[in-house]
């Protein structure tokens, strides 16, 4: 049996490291001498502990569940260029990646062993990995403007192509092709153009198993809520007429045995922070699933909208979904690290100044952002002094007020919004630098701020009404 275990996206899953630990232990119970264990980005950042290692906590996940190779994802780079080459020299697992470019124009990270291909051989066979990230990661990710992203699908098809000469050469065939993928929806794309067997995804945070023009693609989720082990014995073979075709399981962490030192070697990383003041308590729980974040009005977009608003005095405040990032729910102490947690970038609220016609624009973006990591009926805003009527089926704005009046085209508004959505066409396209004039706190720190003083206790208020919908899945960027 030729095996692959694989996981992406763990995220936040290291700032509560009895989580992580029961990750690694479900990895450790897959994972065994015909399989290797691999990943496909997002594994270093963003979260709390990432924050406070800058990713290095990741190393501690490597060890533990003996992980082969991993790629790059977009907030892999949160750091800078530069700490990631440290952590990636650093690292017992290896990086394949064959579409990232450094700043001189160079394959990124050539220097500490990045491959855009490597063989390995799983239990006999002779198995290649192909690594691609989603190139509009240097507009999703201001840390990695200085850096290039070529075409996906023609560099993990080169890359397999001279991998394939490599393996020829050396008197071998390839039994198994595989892409290690950070592309989100690119990754059907891949299937149609190239001749592989497996594409393992990442970037979309919902889980996914299924075929597209004879290729498995599978996503695990995010967050550690699935490991995928994948079977390349599976369906048919030596009790059908049919030959093997790769099969996927998805295998939650429950039940799972807890491996000890990870947990504590990320204890002591969060004990190091000393993040533990507790900035208020809440009594009703505050839940930050996806389908919470992205399905409309909810209580912590409402709470983030109403800071962010509160700490630049602006007429609106707008959170884009995509940065709440995912977790268990605020119940009892809230914690600064809980906060962090919620938004674990260094990044400034800053304040932007629009015409009502703009503003009017934002709002509709709410609904239809130009993003490859999301689900098509995910909502990607959150508001504060504001009212928006969506009507999902016409794809029409059919009210947007701002302090109960409605919004005057020929006015100018402020809006409070975290400083990425003036960088990023993805998800707000109409705010830009341009309309940047002032700039506060760093968010996290902006929510404890506002915590202390004004306390946690976001209600719904009709403050978002989606009509003609049906009912939305799913999770955040």
């Known amino acids: 049996m030729v095996r692959l275990v694989h996981y992406s996206d763990i995220e936040n899953v290291f700032d509560a490291p009895e989580r992580a630990a029961r990750l690694a232990g479900r990895i450790r119970d897959l994972a065994g001498p015909d399989a290797a264990v691999v990943a496909t980005g997002d594994t270093t950042a963003p979260g709390v502990l990432s924050l406070v290692a800058t990713g290095r906590q990741v190393l501690d996940f490597y060890a533990a569940t003996d992980t082969h190779l991993d790629?790059?994802?977009?907030?892999?780079?949160?750091?800078?260029?530069?700490?990631?080459?440290?952590?990636?020299?650093?690292?017992?697992?290896?990086?394949?990646?064959?579409?990232?470019?450094?700043?001189?124009?160079?394959?990124?990270?050539?220097?500490?062993?990045?491959?855009?291909?490597?063989?390995?051989?799983?239990?006999?066979?002779?198995?290649?990995?192909?690594?691609?990230?989603?190139?509009?990661?240097?507009s999703l990710n201001p840390m990695a403007a200085d850096l290039t992203f070529d075409d996906p699908v023609v560099a993990a098809g080169d890359a397999l192509d001279e991998m394939r000469a490599d393996v020829a050469e050396r008197g071998e065939a390839l039994d198994h092709a595989v892409v290690l993928s950070h592309l989100g929806a690119g990754d059907d794309d891949l299937a149609r153009d190239l001749d592989v067997d497996v594409i393992l995804g990442g970037h979309i945070h919902s889980p996914r198993n299924e075929r597209v023009a004879d290729t498995l693609l599978v996503r695990p989720g995010v967050n550690g809520e699935a490991v995928v082990e994948i079977d390349f014995d599976g369906a048919g073979g030596a009790d059908s007429d049919e030959p093997p075709v790769p099969t996927a399981t998805l295998h939650e962490p429950d039940g799972a045995e807890p491996v000890a030192e990870l947990r504590a070697a990320l204890e002591e990383r969060m004990a190091a922070a000393d993040l533990g003041e507790v900035v208020d308590r809440v009594d009703e729980p505050i839940e930050r699933t996806g389908v919470i974040v992205h399905g409309g009005e909810c209580r912590v977009g409402n709470f983030v909208a109403d800071a962010f608003r509160w700490a630049l005095d602006a007429d609106v405040g707008l959170s884009n979904a995509g940065g709440l990032r995912q977790?268990?729910?605020?119940?009892?102490?809230?914690?600064?690290?809980?906060?962090?947690?919620?938004?674990?970038?260094?990044?400034?609220?800053?304040?932007?100044?629009?015409?009502?016609?703009?503003?009017?624009?934002?709002?509709?973006?709410?609904?239809?952002?130009?993003?490859?990591?999301?689900?098509?009926?995910?909502?990607?805003?959150?508001?504060?002094?504001?009212?928006?009527?969506?009507?999902?089926?016409?794809?029409?704005?059919?009210?947007?007020?701002?302090?109960?009046?409605?919004?005057?085209?020929?006015?100018?508004?402020?809006?409070?919004?975290?400083?990425?959505?003036?960088?990023?066409?993805?998800?707000?396209?109409?705010?830009?630098?341009?309309?940047?004039?002032?700039?506060?706190?760093?968010?996290?720190?902006?929510?404890?701020?506002?915590?202390?003083?004004?306390?946690?206790?976001?209600?719904?208020?009709?403050?978002?009404?989606?009509?003609?919908?049906?009912?939305?899945?799913?999770?955040?960027?």
């Open 71 to 138: 790629t790059f994802g977009n907030h892999e780079f949160d750091y800078g260029p530069d700490p990631l080459r440290g952590l990636v020299d650093d690292a017992t697992a290896t990086f394949v990646s064959a579409n990232v470019r450094d700043e001189h124009g160079d394959p990124f990270g050539r220097d500490e062993g990045v491959v855009p291909w490597t063989v390995r051989r799983i239990d006999g066979a002779v198995v290649g990995f192909v690594g691609v990230t989603d190139p509009a990661t240097d």
């Open 327 to 477: 977790g268990d729910p605020w119940h009892g102490d809230v914690t600064k690290a809980d906060l962090i947690s919620l938004i674990p970038f260094e990044e400034p609220v800053v304040l932007a100044s629009v015409t009502g016609a703009e503003l009017r624009d934002v709002l509709r973006e709410m609904a239809a952002p130009d993003v490859d990591f999301g689900e098509d009926d995910w909502w990607h805003g959150h508001v504060s002094n504001a009212r928006v009527v969506w009507d999902a089926d016409a794809e029409l704005l059919l009210e947007a007020t701002v302090g109960g009046e409605p919004i005057d085209p020929e006015a100018r508004y402020t809006v409070a919004v975290s400083e990425y959505l003036l960088h990023s066409d993805h998800e707000f396209p109409t705010l830009a630098q341009r309309h940047r004039i002032d700039e506060g706190d760093i968010q996290y720190e902006v929510l404890a701020d506002y915590a202390r003083e004004h306390g946690i206790d976001p209600r719904i208020e009709g403050r978002i009404e989606i009509r003609n919908r049906t009912e939305i899945a799913g999770g955040s960027p």
